[in-house]
């Protein structure tokens, strides 16, 4: 359900499965663990492999997002699958959590303070 890697100052999180009440939980437990055992200051959630994401998944992101943005940290998204894009999307997340197309593109736009939504 989620492989982790530090690239400099930010942690990659692969994602697999649906994003759902099932494992919004354990997810949350895997990225807070991660997020406090790393330096680092920002996520990069890979979502290509997330097939379905419901309202606790939602609130999985949103979670992150503004643990990341409180300590001065950014959130961003890439690989979204149509059903996941479209939550993202009605519920306004992607008004403020930037998506890129490639991991490359968002760890440069990170590091170069430039990843805004």
Request: glycine fraction near 12%; charged fraction near 25%.
């Amino acid at each position: 359900m989620l492989d982790l890697e530090t690239v400099g100052e930010v942690l990659v999180a692969k994602l697999r499965g649906e994003l759902d009440l099932k494992t919004a939980g354990e997810l949350r437990q895997g990225l807070d663990r991660a997020l406090d055992g790393f330096t680092v200051r920002h996520l990069v959630l890979d979502l290509e492999n997330v097939s379905f994401m419901d309202s606790t998944g939602l609130g999985v992101v949103l979670g992150r997002y503004k643990r990341l943005a409180g300590a001065g940290g950014k959130l961003v998204v890439l690989g979204l699958q149509p059903p996941v894009r479209r939550v993202l999307d009605l519920s306004g997340v992607l008004r403020i959590v930037p998506e890129f197309n490639t991991l490359k593109q968002a760890v440069e736009a990170l590091r170069r303070g430039e990843a805004s939504a």
